[in-house]
C-alpha cells in the first residue's frame, strides 16, 4: 500500500521535486554537513576553558607540606562585547546558503531527468504506436500476398520497417529505465515511478533585466558571498579588539600546616607581538571577498542571461516544430491512398516513416526546451 502510495504521488512532477527536497541522499549528507559546521561555529561564543591547578611541595617536619589551589579564568573583550557571537552567526548564516546551493543543484538535476523521462515516455509512446502500425501493414501486406496483389518483395520491406520499430522501442525502453533509475538514487525512494508526458515548468513572466535583479537577489552564492564578506568584517574587528590585553583572574590558596593563604589573583596577556599579522590577513581576506562577490554577479549575470536567451530561443523552436507537425500529419490520407490502391507499400513507408521521422525530431527538440526551462529554474 505505501508504494501504491509513493507510485501514485509521483506521478505529479511538483510531487517528486518534493520528494526529492526531502529525501535525498546527498541532501541529507549536506544537512548533516551543516549540522556539524553550526556546531563548530558554536565553539567562536564561549569564553576559553578555566585553568585548574593543584600542587603539593614536602617541607621538613618543622615546616610540614604546602598545598597550592589556584582556579584561573581568562577573559576577552571579543567575547564580553558579543562580537564572537556575531561571528557564529555570520558563519551559520554561510553555511545555510551553502546547504542551499547544493539543494538547487540536486533539483536541477531531477528536473533534467524528469525533462528526460517526458522525451522517453513520449518516444515509447509514439513507437509503440509506429509498431502497431507496422504490425498492421504486415498482417494486410501478408493477406495481399495470398491473394497475389502484393509481392514477397513488398513483404520483406514491411518486415524490415517492423523489426526497425521493435529495436527503436526496445531501446527507448532501456534508455527510460537507465534515467528512471537515476532519478530513483537522487530522490532516495527506489519504488518511484514517473509516466508524465507533460513538462510542467514555464517560461518565468516579466522582462529580463527584472528577472535578472531577482536572480542574483534569490541567488544563495551571491548571499553565501554576502555572508562571507560580513563574517570577514565581524572577524577584522575582533582582530582589533585582540591589542586590549586578555584579563586573567582566578582564586588561589596557599596551604601550610600553620598558616593558609587564600586570595584572588589578577593578571593580564599583552599581545605585543602576535596579532599584527592576523588584522593584516583580516583586512585582505575583506578585499578578496568583496572582489569575489563583483566577479560571481557578473558571472551570475552572465549565465543568467544566456538560459534566458537559450529558453526563449528553443521555445520559438519547439511552437513552430509542434504546429508543422500538426499540420503534416497525413496518417490517414496516407492509409486511403494505400487500401485504394493508389500507393505502393515502398511509398507509404518512406511517407510513414518520414512523418514519424518528425514526430521523433519534434520530441529531441521539447526535451531541448525542457532542459532549457530546468536551466532557467536554476536562478
Known amino acids: 500500500m505505501a508504494c501504491t502510495s509513493v507510485a501514485a504521488v509521483a506521478q505529479d512532477m511538483t510531487g517528486i521535486l518534493e520528494m526529492v527536497a526531502e529525501d535525498s541522499p546527498r541532501l541529507k549528507a549536506a544537512s548533516q554537513t551543516l549540522s556539524l559546521q553550526q556546531a563548530g561555529n558554536a565553539r567562536e561564543r564561549v569564553l576559553d576553558d578555566p585553568e585548574f591547578g593543584f600542587g603539593m611541595l614536602w617541607g621538613n617536619e618543622q615546616t610540614g607540606n604546602r598545598h597550592d589551589i589556584s582556579v584561573t579564568q581568562s577573559i576577552d573583550l571579543a567575547?564580553?562585547?558579543?562580537?564572537k557571537t556575531d561571528l557564529a552567526r555570520s558563519l551559520d548564516r554561510q553555511a545555510g546558503y551553502q546547504y542551499e546551493s547544493e539543494k538547487i543543484e540536486v533539483l536541477y538535476e531531477a528536473r533534467l531527468l524528469l525533462a528526460d523521462l517526458v522525451y522517453y515516455n513520449a518516444l515509447i509512446e509514439t513507437l509503440t504506436e509506429q509498431q502497431s502500425a507496422m504490425e498492421n501493414l504486415y498482417e494486410k501486406t501478408e493477406r495481399s500476398v495470398k491473394e497475389g496483389g502484393s509481392t514477397a518483395l513488398d513483404l520483406g520491406k514491411v518486415r524490415l520497417q517492423l523489426s526497425s520499430a521493435k529495436t527503436?522501442?526496445?531501446?527507448?525502453?532501456?534508455?527510460?529505465?537507465?534515467?528512471?533509475?537515476?532519478?530513483?538514487?537522487?530522490?532516495?525512494?527506489?519504488?518511484?515511478?514517473?509516466?508524465?508526458?507533460?513538462?510542467?515548468?514555464?517560461?518565468?513572466?516579466?522582462?529580463?533585466?527584472?528577472?535578472?535583479?531577482?536572480?542574483?537577489?534569490?541567488?544563495?552564492?551571491?548571499?553565501y558571498?554576502?555572508?562571507?564578506?560580513?563574517?570577514?568584517a565581524i572577524q577584522l574587528d575582533i582582530d582589533r579588539m585582540a591589542w586590549v590585553p586578555k584579563l586573567d583572574v582566578g582564586y588561589m590558596a596557599e596551604l601550610t600546616r600553620d598558616e593558609k593563604y587564600r586570595g584572588v589573583t589578577v593578571g593580564v596577556s599583552?599581545?605585543?607581538?602576535?596579532?599584527t599579522s592576523n588584522v593584516r590577513r583580516s583586512r585582505a581576506a575583506i578585499s578578496q571577498a568583496k572582489a569575489d562577490?563583483?566577479?560571481?554577479?557578473?558571472?551570475?549575470?552572465?549565465?543568467?542571461?544566456?538560459?534566458?536567451?537559450?529558453?526563449?530561443?528553443?521555445?520559438?523552436?519547439?511552437?513552430?516544430?509542434?504546429?508543422?507537425?500538426?499540420?503534416?500529419?497525413?496518417?490517414?490520407?496516407?492509409?486511403?491512398?494505400?487500401?485504394?490502391?493508389?500507393?505502393?507499400?515502398?511509398?507509404?513507408?518512406?511517407?510513414?516513416?518520414?512523418?514519424?521521422?518528425?514526430?521523433?525530431?519534434?520530441?529531441?527538440?521539447?526535451?531541448?526546451?525542457?532542459?532549457?526551462?530546468?536551466?532557467?529554474?536554476?536562478?
Open 293 to 379: 562577490g563583483d566577479w560571481q554577479e557578473q558571472e551570475l549575470r552572465t549565465q543568467a542571461a544566456n538560459a534566458w536567451n537559450k529558453a526563449c530561443s528553443f521555445a520559438d523552436i519547439a511552437r513552430e516544430s509542434q504546429n508543422a507537425l500538426e499540420l503534416s500529419d497525413n496518417r490517414a490520407l496516407l492509409a486511403r491512398a494505400l487500401e485504394q490502391g493508389e500507393l505502393s507499400v515502398l511509398d507509404y513507408l518512406v511517407e510513414l516513416g518520414l512523418y514519424y521521422d518528425a514526430v521523433k525530431d519534434n520530441l529531441q527538440v521539447q526535451q531541448e526546451y525542457h532542459h532549457a526551462l530546468s536551466e532557467l529554474a536554476r536562478y
Open 79 to 83: 567575547t564580553l562585547s558579543g562580537k
Open 168 to 223: 527503436a522501442r526496445a531501446m527507448a525502453v532501456t534508455g527510460r529505465m537507465a534515467v528512471l533509475e537515476s532519478l530513483r538514487s537522487i530522490s532516495g525512494h527506489p519504488e518511484l515511478e514517473f509516466a508524465g508526458t507533460g513538462f510542467e515548468c514555464d517560461m518565468p513572466s516579466g522582462s529580463l533585466d527584472s528577472w535578472l535583479d531577482g536572480a542574483v537577489h534569490r541567488s544563495p552564492l551571491m548571499r
Open 225 to 232: 558571498i554576502k555572508w562571507g564578506i560580513e563574517s570577514e
Open 270 to 275: 599583552v599581545p605585543l607581538w602576535s596579532n
